[in-house]
Structures are given as structure tokens and as C-alpha cells.
């Protein structure tokens, strides 16, 4: 048996509040790899945003030396919006013996409600939730983790689907818009994310 973790995001840039959770999850879930999934996001001309394309090299510069992280860039790369039951259900049929983990962060994971086929989601893959700093679970998310651990039980193991845990990784208050504000008001984002990624930003002269 495999396990696949999968870890969702805009990744605008990929930052260690991203990188740091990803390791630590993937070393605890003994992954195979994790794979960071830069999600599609239409381009508004003018936004102060990366493209698909640097978001994408931003996250290979990040990940390359990096054991058992990697970058799917499937949902990036069609040109449409998808849905991570889509992706789910691709990456189980690619890897019928494995073990699906799909992380998020506690905000993301108190509107999973509005996830299009949510339950779905439960019948092929296991979640893990991962404190964020400042944000805190929603009544609907506290209730469906009770309502997951009596029906699929309380930890992931082999052969578990439906599971949803929560976890504690190291907690860095870091954020996509704070670097990019940093970096739009001139600021030094060193230490905020690996060095290779912020020389791609200075280099393309991203977020200003
Ligand atoms: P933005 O500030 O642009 O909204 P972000 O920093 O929140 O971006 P995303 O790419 O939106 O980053 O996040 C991808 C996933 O990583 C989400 O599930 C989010 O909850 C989680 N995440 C992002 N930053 C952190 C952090 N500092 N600690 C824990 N989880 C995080």
C-alpha cells in the first residue's frame, strides 16, 4: 500500500507556513509524497498576482531538493475551474492501492461545506486538517469530525477512507497576502520563505 497525501492552495506565493505543515505531515503520515496542488485561478490582467506558470516555478524551486515533496500541476494547468473530487477521484484511479490524504488548513476546512460533492470527497479520501494561526474551526467542520469518527474511526490507516483528523504542525503565521504586501511596499521577505523563491520574485519583479 502507497499513500498519497495531496495539499491544496493558490500558492501566491509558496511560503514556509505552507512548506514547513507539508513536511512535518508527510514525515508523521510516512507519505510517499506529498504533492503541493497549485490550484486554477483565472488571470485578471493587471493583478498583482504570479501567473499559473510562476506560481507553479515558484513551488518546483521550492520543492526540488526537498524529499518526498512534489507538485501536481494538474488543476493549474487545464483552463478551467475543477474540483478536488475530480482530482481525487484521478489520482485514486492512478493509484488504485493507495491510501488518499488530503490536507487543508482549519479556514479552508470550516467552509467544506461549500465544497462542490464534499461527501463525496469522504468516500475516496481521508482529511487532515492543520492548525492555522487565528483561525479556528466553524460549528459545521467541530460536527463533522464527530460524525466521521464515529462512522470511519479516529486514525488513519491502511485501508481507511472518510477519515478526518486534526493536527498539530509547527504554527507560522505566515500568509500568501502578507508577503505579497511586503514585497509590494519594498520589504525584505527573507526568512519568510525559501531563498530560491524569493529570488523568482525579484528576478520577474512579481507583486508590486
Ligand atoms: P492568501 O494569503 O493569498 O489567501 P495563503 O497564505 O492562505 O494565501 P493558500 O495558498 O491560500 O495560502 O493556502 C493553501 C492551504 O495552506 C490552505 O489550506 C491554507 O489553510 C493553508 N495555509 C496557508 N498558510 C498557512 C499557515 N501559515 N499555516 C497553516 N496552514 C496554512
Known amino acids: 500500500m502507497s499513500r498519497i497525501g495531496l495539499f491544496g492552495g493558490t500558492f501566491d506565493p509558496v511560503h514556509y507556513g505552507h512548506l514547513r505543515p507539508a ?23 493587471n493583478a498583482p498576482q504570479a501567473t499559473t506558470h510562476q506560481r507553479i516555478q515558484m513551488l518546483r524551486r521550492a520543492v526540488s531538493d526537498v524529499p518526498r515533496l512534489e507538485v501536481d500541476t494538474r488543476e493549474a494547468e487545464r483552463n478551467r475551474a475543477t474540483y478536488t473530487i475530480d482530482t481525487l477521484t484521478e489520482v485514486a484511479a492512478e493509484n488504485p492501492n493507495a491510501t488518499l490524504v488530503f490536507f487543508m488548513g482549519v479556514d479552508a476546512f470550516a467552509q467544506f461545506d461549500a465544497w462542490h460533492r464534499w461527501e463525496d470527497i469522504l468516500s475516496i479520501a481521508n482529511l487532515v486538517v492543520i492548525d492555522r494561526p487565528d483561525a479556528t474551526l466553524s460549528d459545521f467542520a467541530r460536527q463533522l469530525i464527530e460524525r466521521q469518527v464515529k462512522s470511519s474511526g479516529a486514525a488513519i490507516t491502511p485501508d481507511s477512507v472518510g477519515v478526518i483528523e486534526q493536527r498539530e504542525v509547527t504554527q507560522l503565521a505566515i500568509s500568501a497576502t502578507a508577503v505579497r504586501g511586503y514585497v509590494n511596499r519594498a520589504q525584505n521577505i527573507r526568512f519568510l520563505l525559501p531563498d530560491t523563491v524569493r529570488e523568482y520574485i525579484l528576478e520577474h519583479q512579481l507583486y508590486h
Open 23 to 45: 513536511l512535518e505531515l508527510a514525515e508523521h503520515y510516512d507519505l510517499d509524497t506529498l504533492y503541493l496542488l497549485p490550484n486554477h485561478r483565472p488571470q485578471h490582467r
